[in-house]
């Protein structure tokens, strides 16, 4: 099956640094989408991407859509406390029996120390 | 507001039980999922629907079932549940098709002894 690689696994910064961290996939997706996930609570969507190339931002949150379509990256800028939490990348694909289902990167953790 | 709830939140059961979880949607999504978050392995898909009276086997569907009566709910049962199946199970939803966004509803911790 299609594998998602997240990285880094695990972040730890300090408040007011940049964070980047990225998702590489085997295969193509047509949509890539980031959530955030905090202690006891679903993951929440942040950010969706539908063309390949695409860049789109959220606040302080900016996610691209890989050429290849086989990756994105995700860039918080200006790190605060709340930013804490677990962050995944999921590709869509749009293709025969696959279609609507998500695939997970195994997510990344970010520490934010004040 | 529309929304996706799970019931309950929290559940301990016993080897060989059949437990039940509940997930419910306000947003008339045809689309359904069930997810399983274990440490290391990351949101696996468990089973998912695209309509009323459809269901399909997830990557991890063993041990579990799922039916699909009305568009709203999409129960979650498992059989006779086993320590392997402790885990926090999260629903989910979306419109019809691809390139949608899938919402998560707030999850439900399962501990199994």
């Known amino acids: 099956g299609q594998q998602l690689n997240q990285s880094p696994q695990s972040m730890f910064i300090q408040e007011g640094e940049d964070v980047s961290m990225n998702c590489t996939s085997s295969s193509i997706f047509n949509t890539w989408l980031w959530y955030k996930q905090e202690p006891g609570e679903g993951p929440v969507l942040l950010i969706a991407l539908y063309k390949a190339g695409e860049l789109t931002s959220n606040g302080r949150l900016t996610a691209q859509f890989g050429i290849t379509r086989k990756d994105s990256f995700l860039n918080i800028s200006a790190s605060i406390p709340s930013d804490v939490g677990i962050y995944f990348c999921?590709?869509?694909?749009?293709?025969?029996?696959?279609?609507?289902?998500?695939?997970f990167g195994q997510g990344t953790i970010l520490t934010v120390h004040p | 507001d529309a929304e996706i709830t799970q019931s309950p939140r929290h559940k301990i059961t016993e080897t060989g039980r059949q437990v039940t979880l509940a997930c419910h949607q306000t947003w008339n999504h045809n689309n359904m999922f069930w997810y399983r978050q274990d440490l290391g392995h990351g949101l696996r898909l468990i089973h998912y629907?695209?309509?009323?009276?459809?269901?399909n086997k997830g990557e991890v569907s063993d041990g579990y079932s799922v039916s699909r009566s009305n568009t709203e709910d999409l129960p979650l049962t498992l059989e006779s549940a086993a320590s392997s199946q402790t885990s926090v199970y999260f629903c989910?939803?979306?419109?019809?098709?691809?390139?949608?966004?899938?919402?998560f509803g707030p999850g439900t911790r399962l501990t199994v002894t």
């Open positions: 999921a590709g869509q694909d749009a293709g025969g029996t696959s279609y609507g289902k998500l695939t």
């Open positions: 629907s695209y309509g009323v009276q459809d269901t």
């Open positions: 989910a939803s979306s419109e019809s098709g691809s390139g949608h966004e899938q919402y």
